[in-house]
């Protein structure tokens, strides 16, 4: 006996949960940054100031981050790169074109001064994300004690007002002595501005740093995949040769399975027509010529981008 529609549906809901939950279980870095940035609504928190400010070490007119390499490949360090999105302050929209300014100190904690080593300027994408690499900052005494590792933020959305602000990471154990680290509430609170950091497959270290802030931008992919379609599986992440994409669409339309740069061009298209509910798959086989780095695969329904993931695709 044939099977009824709605139960149909209902098991496929089903098996795409089941397959969410069991990505983001795993190591899957793009899958841990999209989980965060979906549930980024339900701990939406204004970011706040820091209590040092910009402190005495910025330097003017920094450079543009190329190919996401805040830190250059001879520099000296453990190797770490940083994402997340910028949000408006209820969550409810993601802020492309925002400035973000970087700057830290080299892993013996000192600042380069006189030119621009360690210091950066990315615009985030059209959805609202931005992602450096850099090595972890070392540490520098402030009176008797040390401050813990830390990049400098200045976040300035178009036609908005500039936030200046401070980064820190879990398990340091000069936190709980700074003064600024160890501000847990008021203007200065840092509590959200310490972030866990784990390690990838490639062996570095990684952590992702949401940030609210006063702006407008356009309404972002929390949760328009729920009801359209969605990337459940992209394996293996990071990846060489080829990357096997596995989707869903939820109802009759039009989908795009679309891969960008990280500056935002299309680099490839996947997929581009009219498909039934169900689930796909696709296989991604980028050109020899192809840099390594940072890549994002979008799935379009209808025109409107429903779900957004970050790969990496590592070099030969």
């Known amino acids: 006996m044939k099977e009824p529609k709605a ?69 000296e360090g453990e190797r770490m790169i940083i994402s997340g999105r910028v949000f408006n302050l209820d969550c409810s929209q993601v802020i492309p074109n925002a400035l973000v300014d970087v700057w830290h100190a080299d892993h013996q904690g000192a600042y380069d001064n006189e030119g621009f080593r360690l210091r950066g300027q990315i615009l985030t994408n059209d959805q609202g994300f931005y992602l450096f690499e850099t090595i972890k900052p070392g540490k520098y005494k402030n009176g008797n004690r040390f401050r813990p590792s830390h990049i400098h933020y200045k976040i300035t959305p178009p036609g908005f007002p500039t936030l200046i602000t401070q980064l820190y990471f879990d398990e340091d154990e000069d936190l709980a002595s700074d003064p600024a680290s160890s501000i847990t509430e008021g203007e200065f609170d840092a509590t959200a501005r310490i972030i866990p950091l784990g390690v990838n497959s490639e062996g570095k270290l990684e952590g992702t740093f949401d940030i609210m802030i006063t702006g407008e931008g356009v309404t972002g992919l929390n949760d ?31 989908v795009s399975l679309l891969v960008y740069s990280l500056s935002g061009h299309l680099v490839a298209t996947l997929e581009e027509r009219t498909l039934s509910p169900e689930k796909y798959e696709a296989i991604w086989e980028p050109s020899a010529g192809l840099p390594a780095g940072h890549y994002f695969i979008a799935l379009k329904i209808n025109d409107l981008q429903v779900h957004y993931q970050k790969v990496i695709r590592t070099g030969y």
């Open 7 to 75: 139960r149909k549906r209902r098991q496929f809901l089903k098996n795409m949960s089941l397959a969410t939950l069991a990505l983001g279980m795993g190591s899957n870095a793009s899958a841990r940054d999209s989980d965060k940035a979906e549930k980024t609504e339900f701990n939406c928190k204004e970011t706040t100031l820091d209590y040092y400010g910009e402190g005495p070490f910025y330097t003017d007119n920094p450079p543009t981050i190329v190919d996401g390499q805040l830190a250059g490949a001879a520099e």
């Open 224 to 254: 328009l995949h729920i009801n359209k379609g969605m990337l459940y599986e992209i394996s293996p992440n990071p990846f060489r040769n080829q990357l096997l994409i596995k989707y869903g669409v939820f109802r009759r339309a039009r």
